[in-house]
């Protein structure tokens, strides 16, 4: 099993920028990918971005494409998602998760951060 802790979140105002962080820890040798969603408030679950660590290639959902961009470290251990041009629309509990081996799914989940975007 991986444990996962996201970190970064906070209070800004709209067009603010944030820059969260995930640290795994646990079967580590194990990640295919780490990713991030985020859910709001009476909404559905929503795919934010998410990172290969076989060959580094990213994919991001519509609605963050170009103003949100996601990396990982050379230890394939952590990604930090840079998020710019932030709107209130995106203020939500966002969610690092994780795939263990190539033929599976986002299986493993943190807690959550909190990132509230004012108008």
């Known amino acids: 099993q991986v444990q996962l802790r996201e970190s970064g979140g906070g209070l800004v105002q709209a067009g603010d920028s944030l820059r969260l962080s995930c640290a795994a820890s646990?079967?580590?040798?194990?990640?295919?990918?780490m990713g991030w969603f985020r859910q709001a408030p009476g909404k559905e679950r929503e795919f934010v971005a998410g990172?290969?660590?076989?060959?580094?290639?990213?994919r991001y959902g519509d609605s963050v494409k170009g103003r949100f961009t996601l990396s990982k470290d050379n230890g394939n251990t952590t990604v930090n998602l840079q998020m710019n041009m932030l709107k209130p629309e995106d203020t939500a509990v966002y969610y690092c998760?994780?795939?263990?081996?190539?033929?599976?799914?986002?299986?493993?989940w943190g807690q959550g951060t909190q990132v509230t975007v004012s108008s």
């Open positions: 646990g079967r580590t040798f194990s990640l295919y990918a």
């Open positions: 998760a994780a795939i263990l081996g190539a033929g599976s799914g986002y299986q493993h």
């Open positions: 990172i290969s660590f076989s060959g580094g290639s990213t």
